[in-house]
């Protein structure tokens, strides 16, 4: 499965951004979905998952009440709504795709089989 993740960009603090991840090549349809990120001279770290009905999912504490994250309505893509953006949510943010159970391992990168080439984030304060 190829991912291609969209929708990054610049914007000020408190604005909001859509990311989209969609596959090539195959459907997602079967595959829970996750969103990492990594800022500036930091490791790579979990912000979301959800389950590949769309019933469940997790969010990093930093992110919570502020990021949704969401499947289509034939599942085969996956969106992440980023409100009241701080400039600490700025980094490259990747979407990945995993055929297993949701549960916590879904924070945990290893457990992913494919991953997206990212798209860039930036908020300026």
């Known amino acids: 499965v190829q991912l291609q993740a969209s929708g990054g960009g610049l914007v000020q603090a408190g604005g909001s951004l859509l990311l989209s991840c969609a596959p090539s090549?195959?459907?997602?349809?079967?595959?829970?979905m996750g969103w990492f990120r990594q800022a500036p001279g930091k490791e790579r770290e979990f912000v979301s998952a959800?389950?590949?009905?769309?019933?469940?999912?997790d969010y990093a504490d930093s992110v919570k009440g502020r990021f949704s994250i969401s499947r289509g309505n034939a599942k085969n893509t996956v969106f992440l709504r980023m409100n009241s953006l701080k400039p600490e949510d700025t980094g490259v943010y990747y979407c990945?795709?995993?055929?297993?159970?949701?549960?916590?391992?879904?924070?945990?990168?290893?457990?992913?089989?494919?991953w997206g080439q990212g798209t860039q984030v930036t908020v300026s304060s």
């Open positions: 959800i389950s590949w009905s769309g019933d469940s999912t």
């Open positions: 090549g195959r459907t997602l349809r079967s595959y829970g």
């Open positions: 990945a795709a995993v055929q297993g159970n949701f549960g916590p391992n879904y924070r945990v990168q290893a457990t992913y089989d494919y």
